[in-house]
């Protein structure tokens, strides 16, 4: 059990960092119905915008360029934490509105829409930011590492996971405590209904694609220090993000994050007694959970079980 | 010099349309000759990665390979020919590697195949070539398997392999570490080879291994194998571990201040996975074949061409990877010359054998395309982190230089079955 110990806890830092990410993919779902398969490229998105706030790679040799560079390093992260998202929000809201072609098709178009444009978004941060493997730099206040219980254990992963906890607790009250919540929950249950209620549903869908994209690209600010950052790093990750809610149940909030931490402990686990299975595990927890919970672990009923 | 590029989609769309094509007008039966004419040009297939986990290195390789091409059409070409090239992109997976051989000498008239990092890629490869007899060269893969199970006659290895950067690495790390290693392994042909070179050499020289932890291609989170490792205390981690795989492992290992203790020994270190990564990230012992800043003749120049060559790549300097492009083209070409045609036995037979003298290849010692396995054996260099660097790109201090006789891969030997020529299908570029 000593030795399991820090497994499951790096498994539980893992699947926080996993619920960030699903948790945009889920809202998107719930209320647009669309599976959304450039989320991952939302979060490289955020994630490069905040390399760029964070090395200044674009004013590079200017005047501007070096005054940035001489600003703290702590400072320029907090920047990449809000900018990051921010330009993914508004990248998804862009995306949105090419979406909208598709409303009312069959649902094939929305995925090969939003795949094509992953394969654009991957392709423009190849041009925009080249092949290599790039990281982004972290303040020395959360680097380095620690020892529990005589385990050595990374700080930026803890602060990564900590991070994440507020982040869904944030996002929790907002959808819950909020009238704004409050719509975007009811769109997600009968989108008619709330255009029948006065309010605008092209509106409702854009702001939701955007609040989802920059929960994308705020997961690609705080994961990508762990996880490094290449041109398909977006597609690295949209394959757990998907499990994920699928496992936890489609449109189910809690569903999503309870899933994420489950395949994060699986993961985690497998990573350390039987690594080659590591990334298996989390296919194979989605075939024990749809084996006998078919809509996922929270999620609603489907007409066709009455 | 003519580029013809091809896009994975391109080739996609092309595929399609070609396996249409195929149904109504049937499988091809026989190899295509081409007809011969002083005036016809010479066509390379370059088969580097461009996307997936060995995208850079790919990249390296193709430059590689171009620079070679331009010097050899500045020079007037080969046999009065003159050398263009094909790219396509394998993807880095086996099977569009196979899809990319057989169009590349079905339908881009390609007289030779050249390229590949992945070791399961350039596998690929070489059974299509050796099906149609064309010469292919494998310029980057280091996995033993490649001039060992898996060598074919028409196939030529240029990278140093697993066993030889092992045999360069690991005796005098457990005299100066101890014997308990821990083993970070790829889980893919080149890790599992090299892993396994690796283990030999322990038995042979008293070290033994605690535990081997196999690491899925494509894996970002190593945090489970560093707690692991962290739990089992070993003296020494030898990862083969590739590609962008090791870009993630590096900075993690940092991260948890596990660079310095165990001991690191990464048995090759390609220069695209650390171009760019900050110094510290360069812990540990590891092997290569070539560095940028060797003290001996031809280096430096050479280094001045790649950078009038490609003045925008973001990489200033060349690496081993790019050398080995270089290379491969090189010695393909001159064998032609020596052999004054391009018909593919006569090709292969000026290849087997062949000795470079050190200065040709700017290493520290004389190598040879060994004939029996089709590896080129070359000088092996260790290296680790330069802690005094002369500039920003000399993040390497080499530490030893070993013969290519010290670090044979003499398994490898044993395990190569060369089809005979008269088995090999004659193919003329």
Partial sequence: MIDLLPHIINGLTLGLLFALIALGFTLIVGVMEVINLAHGSLFAIGAYFALTVIAGSWFAGTPFGAWWLSLPLGLRYVLALALGPALAGLAGMLLELCLRPTYGKPPLYGLLLTFGAALVIEELIRLV???????????????????????????????????????????????????????????????????????????????????????????????????????????????????????????????????????????????????????????????????FRSRGLLGRKSALEN | MSKIKISRRGLLGAAGAASAVSLFAGPWQHNRVWAQGAAKPLRIGITADASGMYANSGASDKRGMAMAIAEANERGGVLGRKVEFVHIDTETTAATG??????????????????????????????????????????????????????????????????????????????????????????????????????????????????????????????????????????????????????????????????DKPAWINSQQDWDDVYGLPIETLFGVFGTTWYYRLDLPGVADFVKRYQAMYPETAMRSPGNVFYNGYMAIRELLGAVERAGTTNNIAVIKALEGHRISAR?????????????????????????ANKAPKEKDDIFEVLSQAKAEDVRDTDSAKLCKLEPYEQTPTFDA
């Avoid at chain 1, 982004?136 to 206040?141: E, F, I, R, T």
């Avoid at chain 2, 490649?146 to 950067?165: I, M, P, S, Y």
């Avoid at chain 2, 003296?235 to 201040?257: E, F």
């Avoid at chain 2, 010692?365 to 092996?380: E, M, N, R």
């Fill in chain 2, 98 to 259: 196979s899809r990319v051989a057989e169009r590349m000498i079905s339908r881009e008239q390609c007289g030779f195949l050249v390229g590949a990092v992945h070791s399961g890629v350039a596998n690929a490869i070489s059974q299509v070539a050796q099906k149609y007899g064309v010469v292919y060269i494998n310029t980057n893969s280091s996995s033993p398997t490649e001039a060992g199970q898996n060598c074919h006659r028409v196939k030529f290895v240029f990278d140093g392999n697993g066993t030889n950067f092992a045999k360069a690495a690991v005796k005098s790390a457990i005299e100066r570490f101890g014997p308990d290693w821990m083993l970070l392994t790829n889980d893919y042909v080149w890790g599992h080879d090299t892993a396994a070179a690796t283990k030999t050499l322990l038995k042979e020289y008293g070290g033994k291994v605690m535990e081997e932890v196999l690491i899925p291609q494509g894996t970002r989170d190593f945090t489970s194998a560093l707690l692991k490792v962290q739990q089992r205390k070993p003296g020494v981690i030898s990862a083969a571990i590739g590609g962008d795989d090791q870009k993630a492992m590096r900075q993690q290992v940092v991260q948890l201040k596990m660079g």
């Fill in chain 1, 129 to 291: 930011w080249g092949t290599g493997e790039q990281n982004l730099a972290l303040p020395q206040a959360i680097n380095g590492a620690f020892l529990l219980n005589g385990m050595i254990f990374s700080t930026y992963r803890f602060f990564a996971a900590g991070f994440s906890i507020a982040a869904i607790i944030a996002v929790w009250l907002f959808l819950e405590r909020t009238s704004a919540g409050a719509v975007i929950k009811a769109g997600a249950h009968d989108s008619e209904m709330v255009r029948a209620l006065g309010y605008d549903l092209a509106r409702l869908r854009l702001v939701v694609f955007g609040f989802g994209a920059a929960l994308a690209g705020l997961a690609g600010v705080v994961m990508v220090p762990i996880w490094g950052l290449r041109p398909h790093v977006g597609v690295d990750i949209v394959i757990p993000a998907f499990l994920i809610i699928v496992i936890g149940g489609v449109g189910s909030f809690w569903g999503a994050v309870i899933a994420a931490l489950l395949v994060g402990l699986a993961i985690g686990i497998t990573g350390a007694y039987a690594a080659a299975w590591s990334t298996m595990s989390m296919y194979l927890l989605l075939i024990a959970i749809l084996g």
């Fill in chain 2, 360 to 384: 040709d290849r700017m290493q520290h010692f004389d190598a040879s395309i060994d004939a029996q396995t089709h590896q080129v054996q070359q000088t092996i260099y260790l290296a680790t």
